[in-house]
């Protein structure tokens, strides 16, 4: 149980484009959503939080234009990065809670998904 | 603001021993949640043990232990009887009700076993 997926798993794309990554929990019904980015060798930053059917709140820095964040029902939510550019290249990865488990505070982590900005 | 601090970018051990991982975390929250997370070279994020703020006891899972140090702020791991599978990257988080229960990542500690 709780196994949370994400597609695509790696993506290239060229600048200037969108991208679209998927994260699904097969499972359970997930509250709450957080997506995070991983540079090579460095921790995980989180990005910004989603709660089903309500705005994602962003962390500070993170650019919500950009990156934009829907948690359309309880077992899935996008980012999608528009306007890709090189820098944005990095590795993003989601978790989510299980709706179930109140007060018990994992969170389950998709594999994650690698963006290459050409 | 929760930070978690991890001094040891890089630890190595030999195949069988044990090994002790650092963390130290600064919250002004009274209820908190401490984890250590696995990355191998997957980069699937993996739980390995979770401890309750409010628990006195350390937190044990098979080979896996924790000396959760509330005075001092201090959430180390040590690994028994280490396995070459253990390689990867160790993250240490707290969680806060922030309300969401956002978690807080160190920057890491990359641990290498020799077989």
């Known amino acids: 149980g709780a196994v949370v997926s994400q597609h695509p798993s790696w993506v290239i794309c060229k600048s200037g484009t969108s991208v679209k990554i998927e994260c699904r929990s097969l499972?359970?019904?997930?509250?709450?959503m957080f997506w995070y980015r991983q540079f090579p060798k460095q921790s995980l930053m989180l990005m910004a939080t989603?709660?089903?059917?309500?705005?994602?709140?962003?962390e500070q820095g993170v650019e919500k234009d950009k990156f934009l964040i829907n948690h359309a029902s309880l077992t899935l939510s996008t980012l999608t990065v528009t306007s890709a550019h090189p820098e944005d290249s990095s590795f993003y990865i989601c978790?989510?809670?299980?709706?179930?488990?109140?007060?018990?505070?994992?969170?389950?982590f998709g594999p994650g998904t690698r963006l290459t900005v050409l | 603001a929760q930070t978690v601090t991890q001094s040891q970018p890089e630890m190595s051990v030999q195949e069988a021993e044990t090994v002790t991982l650092s963390c130290t975390y600064d919250?002004?929250?009274?209820?908190?949640?401490l984890f250590w997370y696995k990355q191998p070279p997957s980069r699937q994020m993996i739980l390995v043990i979770r401890?309750?703020?409010?628990?006195?006891q350390n937190a044990t899972e098979n080979r896996f232990s924790v000396n959760f140090q509330k005075a001092a702020k201090s959430f180390s791991l040590k690994i028994s009887d280490s396995q070459l599978g253990d390689a990867a990257m160790y993250f240490c988080?707290?969680?806060?009700?922030?309300?969401?229960?956002?978690?807080?990542f160190g920057k890491g500690t990359k641990l290498s076993v020799i077989p």
């Open positions: 919250t002004s929250e009274s209820d908190y949640y």
């Open positions: 499972d359970f019904q997930a509250t709450t």
């Open positions: 989603s709660n089903e059917g309500s705005k994602a709140t962003y």
């Open positions: 978790s989510a809670r299980d709706r179930r488990l109140a007060g018990y505070n994992e969170q389950f």
């Open positions: 401890q309750e703020a409010y628990k006195q």
């Open positions: 988080a707290s969680q806060v009700w922030a309300g969401s229960y956002q978690l807080t």
